[in-house]
């Protein structure tokens, strides 16, 4: 039987005394699921019934008993749960914001009979309509708009009203990122700034960029083209590499730079998007002059426009502790604690690149002390709007 429904047939037992009908005898009834109610004591034939309705959320052999004093007898009925199950449409694949080509597809059975006039209800995220009811085949259906978010989905068939017994089924899909919709640097520094290199030293480029749909989805595998070109606009270096799962792609070349100071550009195209750009410069350092425990810096300030990158560096090993402090306004607040960079040691050139987001004036110190003598160095960035 159907967990949670009416046995079709009334449980019946005769009572008799020496093969003689007894009337009038009541009966008790029990079971282990749902409940059985009597019809009244036994009849003149000695035939006493009962209706039986099983409780929801069971399965398997259910039993049910009619007492007398001195005997009690036994019914046992095996409840089995509908089986819904999808039968079409299940683990399609869609772009993101739009709706899967074939509508999704369940059937409701019980014992292998279709169950007509049943109601289905529908779970997930663009799932509709969300309740449906089965047909003369046991079926029903609903549609899928996939949502924004590129990614694997799940959804949920669910007859409702059978307790924890009520079958239920899941759909899959998989939503795929849309056409390349934007070009983009892959790091928070804007496209206009600059990247600097001290002349007269070469200096890697390393860049990175993403390409993502309409939704901001990573797209993988998209060809981008690189172009890294001089201010004579003679090309340097060109190549195209594929994006990856992430939808980023990198470039790494080594540049090599002259004793002349000159502009650079690196130029990143994808197919039917506006190309990106990034510009860089040969300068002189803000260069610091390290020796043993005292600092000498060759230039003591140095004046940088809002959004450019300042390069600091030091030409000898050491193990001075830098901090970027703001000084007007005046906070006296520690922007950047850059600690020692003694690790660094067996490096002939040490550099820092910082990059001020604010209008204002900046110290970059460093503090030495040996015993109860300390003294401090300090270099003054000012940032112009």
Not at 156 to 171: D, H, I, M, N, R
Not at 313 to 318: A, C, F, K, L, R
Request: proline fraction near 7%; include cysteine.
């Amino acid at each position: 039987m159907r967990p949670g429904r009416t046995l079709t047939q009334p449980l019946r037992v005769v009572v008799t005394r020496n093969s003689t009908p007894v009337p009038g005898v009541r009966i008790d009834w029990s079971t282990t699921s749902g409940r059985v109610v009597a019809t009244g004591p036994t009849d003149a034939d000695g035939i006493a019934t009962a209706i039986w309705t099983t409780g929801l959320g069971t399965r398997g052999r259910l039993r049910a008993w009619a007492e007398v004093p001195g005997e009690r007898l036994q019914f046992t009925s095996d409840a089995v749960p509908p089986i819904l199950q999808i039968i079409e449409g299940d683990y399609q694949s869609g772009i993101v914001g739009t709706q899967l080509e074939t509508p999704i597809r369940a059937r409701l059975t019980w014992r292998g009979t279709p169950l007509v006039g049943e109601t289905v209800e529908w779970h997930g995220e663009g799932l509709g309509p969300s309740s449906t009811t089965t047909d003369a085949s046991g079926d029903v259906t609903t549609t899928w708009q996939l949502p924004t978010t590129a990614g694997p989905r799940i959804g949920y068939a669910f007859l409702p009203g059978e307790g924890t017994s009520s079958p239920w089924t899941e759909v899959h899909a998989t939503a795929r990122p849309g056409a390349p919709a934007t070009l983009a640097w892959a790091d928070a520094m804007p496209g206009a700034s600059r990247r600097l290199w001290q002349r007269g030293k070469p200096g890697w480029v390393v860049e990175n960029a993403r390409v993502a749909d309409l939704y901001d989805n990573n797209i993988s595998g998209v060809p981008v083209s690189w172009v890294l070109r001089t201010e004579a606009n003679e090309v340097l270096e060109t190549s195209t590499t594929v994006t990856d799962g992430q939808g980023h792609v990198g470039l790494a070349t080594y540049l090599q730079a002259g004793e002349r100071a000159s502009d650079f550009e690196l130029t990143v195209a994808v197919d039917g998007l506006s190309p990106i750009r990034r510009a860089f410069r040969l300068v002189d350092f803000i260069y610091a002059d390290i020796n043993g425990f005292g600092s000498d810096w060759v230039s003591t300030s140095a004046t940088i426009r809002l959004g450019e990158t300042v390069r600091l560096g030091s030409n000898e090993p050491h193990d001075c502790p830098f901090q970027l402090t703001e000084v007007v306004p005046s906070t006296g607040v520690v922007l950047q604690d850059l600690g020692s960079v003694g690790s660094l040691a067996t490096s002939p050139d040490w550099i820092l690149d910082v990059r001020l987001e604010h209008p204002g004036t900046y110290q970059l110190t460093c503090t030495q002390s040996v015993g109860s003598t300390q003294w401090s160095e300090v270099l003054t960035v000012v940032v112009e709007p």
